[in-house]
């Protein structure tokens, strides 16, 4: 839901300024909680962390029904700041989940399962506001309450449904073993280890791939959907960009998990794949760049084939980030097998995605012209792909046990820097 909400452009909202801020303060205190996420997972374990950070979604949304009727935007930033720290709770755990419940050799099916229940979210939320705001005209620019409204019902729901999730220490896996039966740490312990992850090699490998994973949606929502596109238009483009991104997950998830026997090898592969689908996609970009008039927007009704390539280019967007977050998080459920070590892996990722994220918001903010946008993500997702390369060459093992572990009385360290034997 979150998803399809930042995805129209501006939250929905004609001037994108409030949302711009807002996502600054999100992505800042995102960027420290993502980071520390991890250790409150271990320490809480799903359900409080999971039920924590799924409410603060409901927040957010509704200051922008607030927003809808009195244009403060304090209220939107405070409720930014609430959703940065309830989504780093969230993520951390969900990274946890995806990449250490799974058997090892399915962790990219799981991944691409999650991706697409993940995706149908925004599939349905890109559908809420293109039905609501169907008949407005092409002169309706801000969304009207009953989108905000949907969307904190489905929010709600989605919180009182994590509940729901079972602990590690229950998860039995098909082939028999079992997930880390653990006994809760503490703060003493993961304090620590969240510091040691600063100087792991392996996390400052992962580095570029972090800060771009999310960096890019500034451009692709704000200089792409908002700015070609009519209000119902943005609202069709999101039902297909999250469709896409059930459909990459799938693809690169099947290649990371079934594409060569060599563990090493499907790893090496899928980030070719990324690599080359990403470098055409963001050409596609650049030729969309130059063309486009500034002022002109397209409807999908009014405009017929003007309206296919920048579609076809957000479509293609959607499919390149769910490939290139996937491939990301397979690596990291490749480096590990804990739950632990995993949570602490994939809320420091978590936590420099966000971080770049506050960075390119308020560079929007501060109009940074689109095409120096549009190179700036370019760069930065094609300087990450050598360096996964070399973390996957490094550090992924080819033979990995999945064995039952024992209940254990000190969290493990997620500092072991030995390379892959």
């Known amino acids: 839901m979150f998803n399809a909400l930042s995805g129209m452009g501006g939250g929905g909202q004609v001037n994108a300024t409030a949302s711009n801020n807002s996502l600054t303060a999100l992505y800042t205190t995102f960027a420290i909680f993502g980071i520390l996420g991890g250790g409150i997972y271990n320490i809480l374990g799903p359900h409080l962390t999971l039920f924590a950070g799924c409410s603060t979604y409901v927040l957010y949304a509704g200051s922008f ?3 809808n009727h009195h244009q403060h935007q304090a209220f939107a930033i405070v409720a930014g700041a609430f959703l940065g720290i309830g989504a780093g709770l969230l993520w951390a755990a969900q990274g946890a ?16 399962i999650f991706w697409s229940i993940f995706n149908m979210g925004g599939v349905i939320g890109g559908l809420i506001p293109f039905i609501l705001n169907y008949n407005r005209g092409d002169d309706a620019v801000t969304v009207n309450d009953g989108t905000y409204i ?3 019902a489905f929010m709600s729901l989605g919180t009182i449904l994590s509940l729901t999730i079972l602990p590690a220490s229950k998860v039995v896996r098909d082939d028999g073993t079992r997930c880390t039966n653990m006994l809760y740490s503490n703060v003493a312990t993961e304090s620590v280890e969240i510091l040691k992850l600063f100087y792991n090699w392996k996390m400052l490998l992962m580095l570029p791939a972090a800060w771009s ?8 929502f704000n200089h792409v959907n908002k700015t070609q596109f009519t209000l119902r238009t943005r609202g069709l483009n999101n039902v297909f960009y999250w469709g896409a991104q059930m459909l990459g997950s799938i ?3 099947y290649i990371m998990d079934f594409s060569f026997k060599s563990r090493r090898k499907r790893g090496i592969v899928g980030i070719a794949v990324v690599a080359i689908l990403g470098s055409l996609i963001w050409g596609g ?3 969309n760049q130059i063309k486009h008039h500034k002022g002109k927007v397209l409807d999908f009704k009014e405009s017929r084939s003007s309206f296919a390539g920048p579609f076809v280019l957000y479509f293609c ?6 490939m290139f977050q996937s491939m990301v998080y397979w690596v990291i459920g490749a480096l590990a097998n804990d739950s632990e070590i ?3 892996y994939t809320g420091f990722y978590k936590g420099i995605q966000s971080a770049g994220a506050a960075v390119a918001w308020q560079i929007d903010n501060h109009n940074v012209s689109p095409m120096s946008q549009l190179i700036v993500n370019w760069v930065l997702t094609t300087i990450s792909y050598p360096l996964m390369l070399v973390l996957v060459v490094l550090a992924v093992r080819e033979v990995s046990k999945a064995e039952e572990e024992p209940v254990k009385q000190f969290a493990p360290s997620s500092a072991d820097n030995c390379f892959a034997q």
């Not at 989940?97 to 691409?112: A, F």
């Not at 994973?213 to 692709?220: A, D, I, L, P």
């Open 65 to 67: 029904l607030y927003y």
């Open 97 to 112: 989940i995806m990449t250490s419940y799974p058997p090892v050799n399915r962790k990219g099916t799981y991944i691409s």
């Open 150 to 152: 949907g969307f904190m």
């Open 213 to 220: 994973s999310n960096f890019f949606y500034t451009y692709q």
């Open 251 to 253: 693809g690169i998830g």
């Open 285 to 287: 970009a650049l030729a």
């Open 317 to 322: 967007f959607g499919l390149l980030d769910a």
């Open 342 to 344: 995993l949570s602490r």
